[in-house]
């Protein structure tokens, strides 16, 4: 057997959305910041992310981290993390998969029974309490970087849909947000195929009509990502929503064939950015929880810890929390004669 690439990794999973961690393998990054380190990976080893997401070794529903050495002097560790199309700056599944992995493997010492941590997320300090028993993360909770509105109940024009009313809010990720009642389409897990259509057709419109920049930090863009919501229907939840992660470029031509996934999570940052409007709008105080279920039924709580502001926008601090498992382990290899060095795609699944 001939490698030219050899990748650890641990894989695990936050109320059912995949999360592998990339434990060793990974170059020298450059950079001051965890934000910088992700600059340089997406810049100079973009191939990583491909092998990693794409097939044969990985597939439409799956997203990715990969630990690296922290900059700030209070992070205990930093992580990148990477999907489908792009660096996200932050991921609330993906913060509970890396924190259940580095624990649960040894990586960082587990206190029984509350281990406190920070991790440099490229969004900023990431501040985590893990609650454990007998070498088990059961829970993880984090407070997240603050969220905010920028658009509320603004309208765009979405081909095969005409005027469409939105809100577009930062999570950690730049979201464009909808009501799936108001567009007639049903949060069911088994319609999937129509709420990635409709919200890649939302997204692509919002981000050409609404374009929005993060006040902090310019390089950070959107939105990028779609969390359709709609009203609870479980028992001790206060909402659900679809978070369509998008898996390819879409064509405005040819909405039909619009390629993304669903969120498997609740989706913590779409929970966040979701939390953030609710505020916005008089719906959720400083101190009231918000259970928000995702297609599977599993769920994450967030709180509003706090205000703010960020910019121009008053913001929330949110803590949000759940629960990641570790699944397996994995060595990924690369042959120099592999003809799919960079992974593919293939139209009946992406």
Known sequence: MRISRMIQAVEAHAEGEPGRVITGGMPHLRGNSVFAKMQDMARNHDDIRLQMLREPRGNPGLCCNAIVPPCHPEADMGFIIFEQTEYPPMSGSNTICVVTVLLETGVLPMIEPVTDLTLEAPAGLIKVRATCQDGKVTRVEFLNVPAFAVHLDAVVEVPGLGSVTVDVAWGGMFFVLTDADRIGVSLEANNGSEIVRISEAIRHAAAEQLPVRHPDNPDITGPTITNMYGAPVATGTHGRGAITISTGDFDPARPQEASGILDRSPCGTGTCAKMAVLHARGQLGVG??????????????????????????????????????????????????????HGYTVGDMW
């Open 288 to 341: 009231q929880d918000y259970v928000n279920a995702g297609p599977l039924g599993t769920t994450f709580t967030g709180r509003i810890v706090e205000t703010t502001n960020v910019g121009p926008y008053p913001a929330i601090v949110p803590t949000l929390s759940g629960q990641g498992w570790i699944h397996g382990t994995a060595n990924w290899t690369l042959d120099p004669t592999d003809p799919f060095p």
